[in-house]
Every structure is written in C-alpha cells, then in structure tokens.
C-alpha cells in the first residue's frame, strides 16, 4: 500500500471542513434574503433569492475548498509531523525515479507514514463569525417579517382587533391589490401589497383590505370621479373597478385618518408596426425573366396580432391621362409568434395582368387582438414597376445622341479606377485590358476639359478627340474651383461650341427632336462662357492649374496607350496640384462685416454711462396661470425673505392643475403632491416635492436682456472715486 492514499485522505476531511464552516457562516444571509423575497415578491421571491443565495454560497465554498491543494498538503504536513523532516514532497513523486540518498530518503518517509493517520489537519470552525451571522440574521429577519407591508399605513392597537366594540378609531392592518389584466393581453393574474401600480389599459383592480377595528362603511375615493364601495366579508373589505386611464385614489372609511392619493397608471396598448423587410426599398423594377414576386413584411405588436391579414393589391395600366386601376384583396396568414409575425404573399405577375408599363402596388393591413376595438394598420406600400421599352428601332441608333448629363469622375476615382485595372491584369485578355484602360484615359479627358475652363480653353468635343458633344447645363463658371477630390462629383462638364461643329454657328438653332441635346440649350441658354474665367485666379493658382492640367495630359495619353501603370505618377501628380490650387483660392475670398466703430477713449474710466444702454424697461408681465404657480413656489420656500412670500393657496393651484391638465407633463403626480401637502401641512418633505414638482411645471419666461442693477452703498463709492 502507497503512503499517498493515506495523505490525501486527510487532505479531502479539510476540505470538507472548510465547506462545513463557509456554509455555517453564510446560510444566515440567505434566510435573510428569503425573507425579504417573501415579504416583497411573495412565494416566488423566496424561491428565487433562495436559489440565487445557494448557488453563490456553493461556488464560495467550492473556491476556498481549493486553496486547500497539494502545495498546502505537503506544507501542513511539514508543520505538524516532524518526523517527515520536511520531506513530504518526496511521497509525492514517482518512485522509479528516485535513486540515491533521496529513494532512500522516500522509503524512511513511507515507514512512517502510519503517524499521518492520527494528525487532524482540518481548519478549526470559525466560531465567532458563526455565531455574528446567526445572530444578525435572527434579527433582520424579525424585523422584516414584523414590519407592516409596504403601501399601508398600519397603526398598532391596544385592543384586540377581532373583539367588537374596541374603542379608538379604524386604522388599515394589510391590503393587496389584485390585478387582472384584459385576456387579449395574456398576461397572468397578479397580486401586490404596494398600492401604486401600473396596470395595462381595460385592467380589473381588486382591493383587498383588512381594517382594526371593523369600520361601519368603507371605500376607495377617486377625485373627480365616483367612488368604488368596499363590500364586507368577514374580516376583509373589497372591491374592483375597471381602470381605463391614469387615476389617483385614495382609501376611506369611517372615522379612517384621511390617507395619502396612491396611484394607478393606465398603459395604453399600443398599435402594430408594419416593417417591409424584402425588398429593401419601396420602389423596384422588374428583371428580365421575373414571372414571380415575394414582398416580405414583419408586424410585431406588444400583445400580439391575428394571423390572418389583407392583403390589397392594385395594378395600374396605360400612360399619362389614359391610366386605369384594378384593385382586389387577398387574405394572408402570417408565420411566427403572435408579437411578431411574417406575411410573405407571393404573386403571379401574369395572372396580376402586368405588362409593359404597369406597376403592381401592394399594401399589407393587419389588426392587433385588442378587445373590444381593434387597432387596424396599413403598412407601407411596395410597388414593383415594369417600365416601357424606350429603345429605338433597327437601323436608328447611329442617328440618337446621349440626352442625359455626364457625371464625371474626380481624379481621386481615376487613380482608383487605374490601381484595380493594374490589380485585374493578369485575369483580363490584352484587348479588354486597353479597352477599359482607354476608357479611364477618357474619363480623365473630360475631367482635363473641366478643368481646362478655368484656363480659358474651350472644352474638346468627346473624350477622344471626336464623336458627339457632350451634354452640359449652361451655368456660368464659379471663381472658386470646383471640389475634385470627392468619389463622385455631381457637376458635368460645360458645353462650348466648337467652329468645326456641324452647321453649328454662333447664333444659330439647331431643329428640334429627339436625341439632340444642344435643343436644351438653344430653348433655355446658351453654350459659351460669358467671360473668361481665367482672369479670376491670380498668377500663382494659374501656374498651378497649368502644370495640373500638363499632367492630366500625361495621365491621358499613358492611358490611352493601354499602360495605367505609367499614368499613375502623372494623375496622383495632378491630384496634389489640384489640392494646392482648390486651397489658393480660398484666399481671396473678401470677408464681411470687420468694420468695427471707432472707440471713443475718452469716455474710458469715465463712468458716463449716457447713450450706452437701453431706458428701463417694464418687467415682463405673467399670465394668470403662471403668477399662481410662481406664488405657491415662493410660499414653499423655507427661508422666505421677509414682506415677498405670498400665502399658500392650495384650492386655486388644484384648480390652475386641472384647467393646464394638456401642458403638463406628469399632472398626477402634481396633483397627489398638492392633496399630501393640504392634509400633512407639517410634513418638510411633501413640501419638498410638491416645490420641485412646480418648478418644473413653471413655463419657462423669454429670454431678455435686463438692465443691470443700481450698485449699492459700496459700489456707488468706487464709481464716485472713478471719476
């Protein structure tokens, strides 16, 4: 038999003494915890402290039960048994590999390891933490279990509070509110001892209350509305009533001290939200080959909708005034839980008789399960368009022009553009490679055009040297060069007519039709400059444009040659001339409004304050409501100035709260801390409140420029010495 079964024997009894003591000592605050769950929560918040306390104490007891390892084993061993002459580690090691002195050591050790048997290593009980916690925990939980239930205003009787006839009046021993909420809702019964609570709209509120002695009536009071009794049975008093908007009551009985306002709040169900989850977006077009479409919508409500839904479809056909509508509903059944379903209908373009220049309008409605009335949603529409065919005849696409603006690409985007076509190389043919390289060299022609305005050049027609004019707009060029180092510039290139054009001359107009976009320009503007933009920019800036626009030159021709590899030196060249030259010109902008008035310095030190401010002017005057308000919080000031703390007058501020119900934002709440201050005029905190309360509800005066006090006694003084 091996000596080490032995030791680690004695090792697992200290560590379940360990777990022993760190049980003892923190059992007490879970009883504590339970206790208070209980008397908040009920049975339900015992169970669940409860559970939450013990799984804690075990992984506490689990931790310190480790500390108590090997390394701690062989050091207690060590200590209590000198007779292992700190050799103790030797028992743990493998036999075959000891040899020498020290096997020799390991086999006196294992002779004497009977010794071990009778050493208790187990930690001593912590006695005094023990009975600290015990105790402690007798006494919270005392205390939490005699201390009268939250919301009541219990008063302890001298006499029995079952024996009739006690004298002294009623006072409240226990209430509960029991609280069933509408069934749509699915929310379960609950009940509580707190008697403010928020309850959802249509809620059925039962009042549980026991009183001692028995009162001969009692009920709950509701300002401004009629009173709910409290029937007898046996020894409790109850009643229900139906809460539909926020409220304030109290309780009431005869001969009852008169009882704070508690408050119920009404939460309102809220309507459903429709969100259109496919497509991402409310317009889209039909694709080639599409004979299907499956729009997607997700509903989700607080308590729920039904499953089934409408659907409302609707198909438009024909153009400009001859457009004719069919509208139909279909009913759908939704996926999902009832707090969020999914209707994903899918329709079938030809039997929804789409064709060219249709559109196929949806539109999901939904209704929540609210009682008695629901609320019904129409969400958002989704069309699905089939656009004409615009496209020309055979035979007729050489003789039509481009009509819509050319975008052009910032040099930032054709350095882009040219780094991903070097990336692309290997995977491209030669001949696409040159193509799409002299398609960059051509965007950067046309930015190169722009650019050239500001020199005072005339823009080349196309990109290439030849081809159609591009179409422009006939704006005047800015003196402020336009921003090049965006992605994606909205400008387009300015149109200047060429001599060699065509038939074109300066005054000319051109026919009128389809695919000439010079029409636009004859009908609405003209296509020169009306100056030369140049003889804006000072020497400097115009450099600057020059060697820009050389080395846009550069970037062109390298491009046009099929090497963009060659081009990129040249176009990052002119991006940094371009930066230098966008930041020159912001120096010539002329600033306004630094005129400043002269000082007069001799009118300094001078205290001559004449034709320096404005006359006194009358102070503001308040509205009748807000000069009750601004009273009453003067009157809960607790250290009034003498002679300006007007008197408290609690009937007109109740009544400036129901008449300004709309404005305010919590007028429950003010009006329940007026009803506490009129009943408990001695009560500093209630005063408290009800002044922060106004404070907020005071509605915030114009701001103005006031004129700045008289100076007193002593400041006068050091004005008289100025002078």
Partial sequence: MTAVPVLLDRQRDAQWRTVADTLAIGLPAILVASALGWRLFGLAGLLALALAGLCVLAIVSVMRARRLDRDWLIGALDARLPRFEDSSALLFRDRSGLSGLVGLQRARLESRVDEARAVDLRPAWSRRPIAVSWAAAVVLTAIILLWPAPGTTARPTTGDPAAPGTAGPPAITGVRLRITPPAYTGLPVREQTALDASVPEGSRVEWLVDFAPQPTTASVDVPDSRATPLVRDGTRWTGARLIDRPTLYRLAAEALPRQRLHRLDAVADTVPVVQLIEPDRQLLLVTPGQARWSPVFEVSDDYGVLESATLKITVTKGDGENITFEQRSTSLSGTGEARQRRFSPTLDLAREGMAPGSDLIVQLIVSDNRSPERHVVEGPS????????????????????????????SQRQII????????????LDPARFVGRSDAIGNDQARLRNRYGQFMGGENEAGGSGGGIALP???????????????????????PEAHPDHEGHQEGDTAP????????VLHEFGHAHDEGDAATLFDPG???TLSQALDAMWSSERALRQGKP??????????????????QATRIFLRRTGSDLPPIDLS?????????????????????????????AWRALDERPMPGRAPPLALGALDRWVRENRGRLSDPLALGAAIDTVRNEPGCLDCRRRLRALLWSALERPPVVVRRREAPGTRGQRYLDALR
């Fill in 382 to 409: 989704v069309i699905l368009r089939w656009p004409t065919n615009l496209g020309l005849a055979d035979g007729l696409d050489g003789m039509a022009a481009p009509v819509l603006p050319v975008y052009f690409a």
């Fill in 565 to 582: 590899e060659d081009a990129l030196p040249f176009a990052n060249i002119a991006l940094e001339l371009l930066k230098q030259a966008q």
């Fill in 603 to 631: 009118r300094r030190l001078t205290g001559d304050r004449d034709d320096i401010v404005a006359e006194n002017e009358a102070p503001p005057v308040r509205t009748p409501a807000d000069t009750v308000v601004a009273d």
């Fill in 541 to 543: 800036t115009r450099s």
């Fill in 472 to 494: 422009t707009n006939d704006a005047p060029p800015t003196p402020a060069l336009p921003t090049n180092d965006a992605p994606a510039p909205s400008r387009f290139e300015r």
């Fill in 416 to 427: 882009i553009d040219a780094e991903a076509l070097i990336a692309e190389r290997p995977r």
């Fill in 512 to 519: 009128a039709g389809i695919g000439h976009e010079e029409d």
